[in-house]
């Protein structure tokens, strides 16, 4: 049996990426909440969004994860690792590799193997996270009982890839700093609906600037600076945007055929980055379940609306609706919806 804590380490001497790069010594860092039973069974494997950590396990901790919760730790042993290429704790010794969803996904199977985990109950992530979970179930079909997939494509569009090069132009103009924030600005708009900007925001002054949202936007794109790199945040996006499920596969439905039955996508009505309606159409191409989570909030509802996502949580998992409670952001949750939780991590409720 193996009890909760703090952050941990897996190290991997030699890892070949997609593009035949070879990385030497990756120190992977995760967190493990909840105890893995006897069985090696009750594993619940979280992947986090863009700017996310594994100490706030996807941005659910305590809100959607925890004692009690849809993701009942009492029960469930929530895996959470950092993504290669992320600069929370996962390390190499290689300058800037081109890396993939479907790296993220491999270097994610060695950790499970170290651990003595063959299969988990449910992989889970939404925005990169969800395509990640999607790539681990593509890549090894009898790994995972079950997947859910948050507000995420099956490949990358069009539009998702041009809000990533127009980060990637800020960051070219403005450096690690000037230019990180900037490229936070953007995708905050990203993440929210002009409706709650609006009904939020309006007109209203700023305290530092002429206007209220100009305000809210300056201080992500000051916060992000504080606790991110950019050279990490230039990578992810470049992993981002290679996402595609059914590269080298025969097509989505040939990729994730397979696996199907166990696959459930969300879409959020109203989200602006990944439509509903693109996450529909990979489960029907695919043949997989939908559901949805409404919010006002767009696409970062999947992090604000722990009800809605602890429901569709808890029918994966098989666990009755009364038998878990979903609850209002944690104070920790409420911290990251305002300053962290948002596709790539963030935005505020």
């Given at each position: 049996?193996?009890?909760s804590?703090a952050?941990?380490?897996h190290?991997?001497a030699r890892?070949?990426?997609?593009?035949?790069?070879?990385?030497?010594?990756v120190?992977?860092?995760?967190?493990?909440?909840g105890?893995?039973?006897?069985?090696?069974d009750?594993?619940?494997?979280v992947?986090?969004?863009?700017?996310?950590?594994?100490e706030?396990?996807?941005g659910?901790?305590g809100?959607?994860?925890?004692?009690?919760k849809a993701?009942?730790?009492?029960k469930?042993?929530?895996?959470?690792?950092?993504?290669?290429?992320?600069?929370?704790?996962?390390e190499?010794?290689?300058?800037?590799?081109?890396?993939?969803?479907?790296?993220q996904?491999h270097?994610?199977?060695?950790l499970m193997?170290?651990?003595g985990?063959?299969?988990?109950?449910?992989?889970?992530?939404?925005?990169?996270?969800?395509?990640?979970?999607l790539?681990?179930?593509?890549?090894?079909?009898?790994?995972a009982?079950a997947?859910v997939?948050?507000?995420?494509?099956?490949?990358?569009t069009?539009?998702?890839?041009?809000?990533n090069?127009?980060?990637r132009?800020a960051?070219?103009?403005?450096?690690a700093?000037?230019?990180l924030?900037?490229?936070r600005?953007?995708?905050?708009l990203?993440?929210?609906?002009p409706?709650?900007?609006?009904?939020?925001?309006?007109?209203q002054?700023?305290?530092?600037?002429p206007?209220?949202?100009?305000s809210?936007l300056?201080?992500?794109?000051?916060?992000?600076?504080?606790?991110?790199?950019?050279?990490?945040?230039r990578t992810l996006?470049?992993?981002m945007d290679a996402?595609?499920v059914?590269?080298?596969?025969?097509?989505?439905s040939?990729a994730?055929g397979?696996?199907?039955a166990?696959?459930?996508?969300?879409?959020?009505p109203g989200?602006?980055?990944?439509?509903?309606?693109?996450?529909r159409g990979?489960?029907?191409?695919?043949?997989?379940?939908?559901?949805?989570v409404?919010?006002?909030?767009g696409?970062?509802?999947?992090?604000?609306e722990?009800?809605?996502?602890g429901?569709?949580?808890r029918?994966?998992?098989?666990v009755n609706?009364?038998?878990?409670e979903?609850?209002?952001?944690s104070?920790?949750?409420?911290e990251?919806?305002?300053?962290?939780?948002?596709?790539?991590?963030?935005?505020?409720?």
């Amino acid at each position: 049996m193996t009890a909760s804590g703090a952050s941990r380490f897996h190290t991997t001497a030699r890892f070949t990426l997609e593009s035949g790069e070879v990385l030497r010594q990756v120190r992977q860092t995760y967190v493990l909440e909840g105890t893995i039973n006897e069985a090696r069974d009750n594993i619940v494997l979280v992947f986090h969004s863009l700017t996310g950590s594994p100490e706030t396990l996807g941005g659910w901790k305590g809100s959607v994860i925890g004692q009690g919760k849809a993701i009942d730790t009492n029960k469930w042993a929530v895996l959470c690792p950092n993504l290669l290429g992320s600069c929370y704790g996962t390390e190499f010794k290689r300058a800037r590799p081109t890396i993939t969803t479907r790296d993220q996904a491999h270097l994610v199977s060695s950790l499970m193997e170290s651990l003595g985990v063959s299969s988990v109950a449910l992989v889970t992530g939404g925005s990169l996270g969800g395509m990640v979970a999607l790539e681990f179930v593509a890549s090894f079909p009898d790994r995972a009982r079950a997947a859910v997939v948050f507000a995420a494509p099956a490949a990358h569009t069009a539009w998702a890839i041009g809000w990533n090069h127009v980060q990637r132009r800020a960051l070219d103009a403005g450096g690690a700093e000037a230019g990180l924030a900037v490229a936070r600005m953007i995708g905050m708009l990203t993440y929210r609906t002009p409706e709650e900007f609006e009904d939020r925001f309006g007109r209203q002054g700023g305290p530092d600037e002429p206007f209220a949202v100009q305000s809210y936007l300056s201080r992500h794109g000051a916060k992000l600076v504080a606790r991110f790199d950019a050279k990490s945040y230039r990578t992810l996006l470049g992993a981002m945007d290679a996402h595609d499920v059914g590269r080298g596969r025969g097509g989505t439905s040939a990729a994730l055929g397979p696996v199907a039955a166990r696959v459930t996508g969300v879409g959020i009505p109203g989200d602006g980055l990944y439509p509903d309606d693109v996450v529909r159409g990979w489960v029907e191409e695919a043949g997989a379940s939908y559901a949805e989570v409404r919010s006002s909030h767009g696409h970062d509802g999947f992090l604000l609306e722990p009800e809605s996502v602890g429901r569709v949580l808890r029918e994966a998992l098989g666990v009755n609706e009364a038998a878990s409670e979903s609850g209002a952001l944690s104070p920790q949750a409420e911290e990251e919806g305002e300053e962290r939780a948002s596709s790539s991590w963030a935005a505020a409720p």
